[in-house]
């Protein structure tokens, strides 16, 4: 009798274990993004949004054992704080030798592209081979951009002429007013914002238009080598398993679609 009634006090202690791990709540992840890279990532009447932030959030959804909170920062804070160990992860770096602070990188997100727009009076004499076919011309780019080699090296030697602004917007109207000649620019960035100014740049005539691509770079999920938490290599596991099923049933390319069509 002892026995039996040693055996159900052992098989309930055993359920109630299972129950308590099956009820358990999920643990929280935190990871930085850019609070102002649209379309990609970014802040707008006060909600985190874009393509990255998407992605994320929908990966997420095949990991019921975690609970991912997004949190947007600026930058260079995001790339602070991820050098100091204080956030687990940030979104979205490209791969950089000179970040011994970043272990590992995840699977690829996407990969962004740096292109020409060139305005069509500038294109109506065939120019196919860069700079050579660009000599002389007036660049617009972005203060502050990282800009590729392929396109600093011909500025250092006065091929060509960098001309900076401030951001998207004033680039694509001075394109379409024709101050300058063509405008170097990550792709989806400048396609987001030419939707954005649609009428304003319609009214000039003016149509986007890519010429050229000068660099592409892919990007990630950069984990911090200094924030080591015990889920740390079961939660990267199931994000790259997530972002890499994602990628083979075509759902980020439908999210990269939306964003960048």
């Known amino acids: 009798m002892q026995a039996a009634i040693t055996a159900r006090l052992c098989l309930a202690l055993a359920l109630s274990g299972v129950w308590q791990t099956a009820l358990a709540a999920p643990q929280t992840v935190i990871l930085y993004g850019d609070d102002d890279y649209a379309p990609y990532s970014y802040v707008e009447n006060g909600v985190f949004k874009g393509m990255y932030v998407d992605m994320l959030r929908a990966a997420a959804t095949s990991m019921p054992e975690y609970r991912l909170d997004l949190q947007p920062r600026p930058w260079k804070r995001g790339l602070a704080a991820l050098e100091k160990g204080q956030v687990f992860g ?10 011994p602070y970043v272990q590992p990188y995840s699977a690829m997100l996407y990969r962004e592209s740096v292109v020409l727009f060139c305005h069509d009076a500038v294109m109506r004499k065939p120019r196919t081979h860069f700079p050579a076919d660009f000599a002389g011309l007036i660049i617009g780019v972005n203060t502050g951009f990282l800009l590729s080699e ?18 998207n917007d004033a680039n694509l109207k001075k394109l379409a007013l024709r101050r300058i ?6 792709r989806g960035a400048a396609r987001h914002t030419a939707r954005q100014l649609q009428g304003e740049l319609s ?4 149509q986007l238009h890519e010429v050229l691509e000068l660099s592409s770079e892919a990007t990630y999920i950069a984990y911090s ?8 290599a079961d939660f990267i596991d199931k994000m790259n398993a ?14 990269e679609e939306a964003y960048l069509r």
């Open 90 to 99: 940030l979104f979205p770096p490209g791969r950089k030798t000179a970040r």
């Open 150 to 167: 392929k396109l600093m090296v011909p500025a250092r030697q006065g091929l060509l002429h960098l001309e900076a602004a401030k951001g």
């Open 225 to 232: 080598a200094r924030n080591t938490p015990a889920y740390k």
């Open 181 to 186: 000649d063509c405008y170097a620019s990550d």
């Open 242 to 255: 997530a972002l890499l099923a994602m990628r083979q049933n075509g759902q980020l390319a439908r999210i």
């Open 203 to 206: 009214s000039y005539g003016f």
